[in-house]
């Protein structure tokens, strides 16, 4: 479908300028191209900052709980996140019970991964995207 930009109407006929699809699709491309090279930019940053030491560094994307079981998914940042690693959570601690990397049980989890942490026995965790853990 081709628009015109401004409408034409009897007022300004003659005005609008004729946008093909693929050019706008084109520009939306592009964007979501430098949008994705700034995020990963960002990334890259945040893992060099960390990456001196092998402190497992986890930093959170999203949270999900119901009850007092909890997914954290994010990305680590720096050392090794294994099962058993103790998850601060203020005073208190939980336990990494289960770890996923693309939607797959596994052993562990290491620098440069996206997944997700499961910990259970955690009650009111106040954990927002942005936020890194720092497991013992």
Request: charged share 35%; net charge neutral; proline share 4%.
């Amino acid at each position: 479908m081709v628009e015109f930009d401004p409408p034409l109407s009897n007022a300004n006929k003659g005005l609008g300028v004729c946008i093909p699809d693929h050019a706008k699709q084109r520009v939306e491309d592009e964007e979501n191209q430098r949008l994705l090279e700034e995020e990963k930019k960002a990334v890259e940053e945040k893992r060099l900052k960390y990456t001196h030491d092998e402190i497992p560094r986890f930093e959170v994307e999203s949270v999900f709980g119901i009850s007092e079981n909890y997914m954290i998914k994010g990305y680590v940042l720096s050392g090794k996140i294994v099962k058993g690693n103790k998850v601060p959570l203020g005073k208190k601690h939980s336990r990494v019970k289960d770890l996923q990397f693309e939607g797959r049980s596994v052993k562990e989890l290491d620098t440069g991964q996206r997944g997700a942490i499961f910990i259970g026995k955690a009650k009111g965790v106040l954990l927002r995207e942005g936020d890194i853990i720092e497991l013992d």
